[in-house]
């Protein structure tokens, strides 16, 4: 069975940092993409970052360019998530996904992973910016 399970979050002030973590089991996680999204109350699930299978590329919405860093270890099947400069923006629940194919969606302003066709996902880690 294939299985995501994220932790790191909580609740942090204005500028501060988290490190999020996402574990796979039941699976290797170097046959797959990863894809960070979050949802925050009231809106859609956004598209955060993600990585490719060796880690060579990697993806980011404009909202976080500059402040998240995606990465993943293999040999430890797990992947991660470095926040910085967070910020109320950013509140949201956090999930990792996995996929076997991605398809790229170029904009004006960013190129991430479209969020469909995952192969698994966490239940999710929530993120609270306040002052």
């Known amino acids: 069975q294939l299985q995501l399970v994220e932790s790191g979050g909580g609740s942090v002030q204005p500028g501060e940092s988290l490190r999020l973590s996402c574990v796979a089991s039941?699976?290797?996680?170097?046959?797959?993409?990863i894809i960070w999204f979050r949802q925050a109350p009231g809106k859609e699930r956004e598209g955060v970052s993600c990585?490719?299978?060796?880690?060579?590329?990697?993806y980011y919405a404009a909202s976080v360019k500059g402040r998240f860093t995606i990465s993943r270890d293999n040999p430890k099947n797990t992947a991660y998530l470095q926040m910085d400069s967070l910020n109320a923006e950013d509140t949201a629940i956090y999930y990792c996904?996995?996929?076997?194919?991605?398809?790229?969606?170029?904009?004006?302003?960013?190129?991430?992973?479209?969020?469909?066709?995952?192969?698994?996902w966490g239940q999710g880690t929530q993120v609270t910016v306040s002052a």
């Open positions: 996904a996995a996929a076997s194919r991605v398809r790229l969606l170029t904009t004006n302003v960013q190129t991430m992973c479209k969020l469909e066709d995952f192969d698994a």
């Open positions: 039941g699976f290797t996680l170097d046959s797959y993409y």
């Open positions: 990585i490719e299978k060796t880690g060579t590329n990697t």
